[in-house]
């Protein structure tokens, strides 16, 4: 079945500590996306990535890192510098037709 | 700057009532509406729009948009317990940009 891999589900994180969140796609798609949601709020883009070795800053990329060096993967790095960083990450990826996206089923990331 | 903007934020209802969500936006070069329904993982898909006047319906689910006045709204008819969830509104853009509201969050009581 296509679809979107993401983990791990759940992720701990260390003060100081960079840590890196896998996503991995088979649908084929050219545009990959990463979102941060918040508890109880929407989804606010980090970084998306149109086509292999480019990607754009969203509305919040600061502390966050990403790569796209294959099509079906497109890893999250959250840095040390993103100094509030527990929230519920989604990774998700679209055709460049007029389609909806598909989701990840998320990696909710705590701080130790 | 582009913005979509959902109402009410939060919403609590009983069993066979019907709720209406709001999704209204300022986005340039539009491409199309997008309704997902989020319970505890990924967003799953419901509607997407992209002509005005043209209503979607998926069993007691139905969306419509209207690109004049730049908003849309997804009705619930006879709602259950398994229609709590969140609901986001996200809307296209030309280069396969997305940008989402703040999502209602529907709280269905037996």
């Known amino acids: 079945d296509g679809g979107i891999t993401q983990s791990p589900k759940y992720l701990f994180r260390k003060e100081g500590q960079n840590v890196t969140l896998s996503c991995e796609q088979n649908?084929?798609?050219?545009?990959m996306y990463w979102y941060r949601q918040d508890p109880g709020q929407g989804l606010r883009l980090i970084y998306y990535s149109q086509i292999v070795n480019d990607f754009q800053k969203g509305d919040i990329a600061e502390g966050y890192s990403v790569s796209r060096e294959k099509k079906e993967s497109f890893p999250l790095t959250v840095t040390s510098a993103q100094k509030n960083p527990t929230a519920f990450y989604l990774c998700a990826s679209s055709s460049p037709s007029n389609q909806p996206q598909h989701f990840g089923d998320g990696t909710r990331l705590s701080i130790l | 700057e582009d913005k979509v903007v959902q109402s009410p934020l939060s919403l609590v209802v009983h069993e066979g009532d019907t709720v209406t969500l709001n999704c209204s936006y300022e986005v340039t070069n539009f491409r199309s509406l997008l309704w997902y329904k989020q319970e505890k993982k990924a967003p799953t898909f419901l509607f997407m729009l992209t002509s005005s006047g043209i209503e979607k319906k998926s069993g007691r689910l139905s969306s419509i948009l209207d690109k004049k006045e730049l908003f849309s709204i997804l009705n619930i008819t006879a709602t259950q317990t398994g229609d709590s969830a969140i609901y986001l509104c996200a809307v296209a853009k030309n280069f396969n940009k997305f940008y989402f509201g703040s999502g209602t969050k529907l709280n269905v009581k037996p």
């Open positions: 649908l084929n798609h050219d545009a």
